[in-house]
């Protein structure tokens, strides 16, 4: 197949999905075609059979924001044409799958069909809803989608509360991808420049924004320090960012903590990790969490949907409500309380990470991308 991928060029998730699920296609055999407006973090443009295609906005005085929507539309629309693809996959609502609804109906001036699908993972659903003046586009581009997925049922049905939508959605989970060799082998060296005296390790990754509780997980550790030596790594960056060194100052935290913000390879600093905090007030998924298990790091988090349908009580981690950051160190000190227990919950964290595995998954997204062709040619 002929697949063209549109995602996110950022350390947001959908676009690491994304990128994995495309390459993935291309080792066996599919010829994928990534655009987006910078290369996405995750892709190798030097490995068989994956293409990327840059989305280029002109910025004239007249507008007042680049009309990268637009930009976004002609390029798949000359693409298209000229690389004959089969199917157009596009990662996030807005404004992706509105381009590819405006494309595929230019196209269809020059007889050329071309279903597209929209994968849905998170943010915008949850959290773009909430403006009610994008409400009828989104709502107006996933139900003419030829195809839409879900990352969960809890966006699923996040998306059929939120949304005046009637398009059939089908759940195909995030994925994680197991063949990276020793991608999750503990670094003991890498380990002892941020942990010298054999201090645990905690770690937190997003995009940080309030809806993270970023906060929360300072304070989390703050209590689980005075108990057992130990050390933050918070990777990523975003809006809370300046909050949260005013925090780590307030508490006297900065020699404990390390902001490492943005960092391509997360799963190094994965390899060091012995607990993993997510305390969100909402998560479509929690890809983040799944990544952490894949290492073998157990993980506390709040119990919301998305998260608890990777992060399973008592057995990967633990969870707890929102805001209760007590309980959260509870369970934190719990795990961290003995290396024997510390290590069974290592070892039920990967076993659970590996339902989750690309081989898994990929057949799912295939199978999707042929049902949806053969409608298309019928």
Not at 39 to 44: C, G, N, V
Request: aromatic content about 10%; overall charge neutral.
């Amino acid at each position: 197949m002929n697949i063209w991928i549109v995602c996110y060029p950022t350390f947001g998730w959908s676009g690491i999905v994304a990128t994995e699920l495309g390459k993935a296609l291309a080792k066996k055999w599919n010829n994928v075609h990534f655009i987006s407006s910078d290369q996405p973090t995750r892709l190798d443009v030097f490995k068989e059979h994956i293409f990327y295609h840059e989305v280029t906005a002109t910025n004239y005085p007249l507008f007042t924001y680049i009309p990268y929507e637009s930009a976004l539309t002609s390029k798949l629309v000359d693409i298209v044409k000229h690389e004959k693809l089969d199917i157009l996959h596009v990662h996030y609502a807005l404004p992706h799958a509105s381009a590819a609804y405006m494309a595929q109906q230019i196209l269809k001036k020059d007889w050329v069909h071309i279903p597209f699908i929209t994968t849905l993972h998170g943010t915008d659903i949850t959290i773009v809803w909430k403006d009610a003046s994008y409400e009828p586009v989104i709502a107006f581009a996933i139900d003419q989608s030829n195809a839409v997925t879900a990352v969960s049922e809890s966006l699923k049905q996040d998306t059929y509360t939120n949304f005046q939508v009637t398009n059939d959605i089908q759940v195909i989970p995030n994925f994680v991808n197991f063949e990276y060799g020793d991608r999750f082998d503990r670094d003991n060296e890498l380990k002892k420049k941020f942990a010298p005296n054999d201090e645990r390790i905690i770690i937190h990754v997003s995009n940080l924004r309030k809806v993270k509780r970023v906060k929360d997980v300072i304070s989390t550790f703050d209590i689980i320090r005075k108990k057992i030596p130990s050390k933050l790594l918070i990777v990523g960056d975003g809006p809370e960012r300046w909050a949260l060194e005013q925090q780590c100052r307030t508490l006297d935290l900065c020699e404990h903590i390390h902001f490492l913000w943005k960092i391509k390879k997360v799963e190094k600093i994965l390899k060091i990790g012995d607990l993993f905090l997510l305390p969100s007030e909402s998560e479509s998924f929690g890809l983040a969490a799944l990544e952490a298990m894949s290492a073998g790091i157990p993980v506390v988090s709040s119990n919301v949907w998305g998260i608890s349908e990777v992060n399973i009580h008592r057995q990967t981690g633990y969870l707890a409500d929102v805001k209760d950051v007590k309980s959260m160190a509870t369970y934190a000190l719990e795990i961290l309380s003995s290396d024997s227990t510390l290590e069974k919950f290592r070892t039920q964290a990967q076993i659970q990470a590996k339902k989750f595995c690309i081989h898994t998954i990929l057949p799912m997204y295939e199978d999707l991308y042929k049902r949806t062709i053969a409608k298309t040619l019928k």
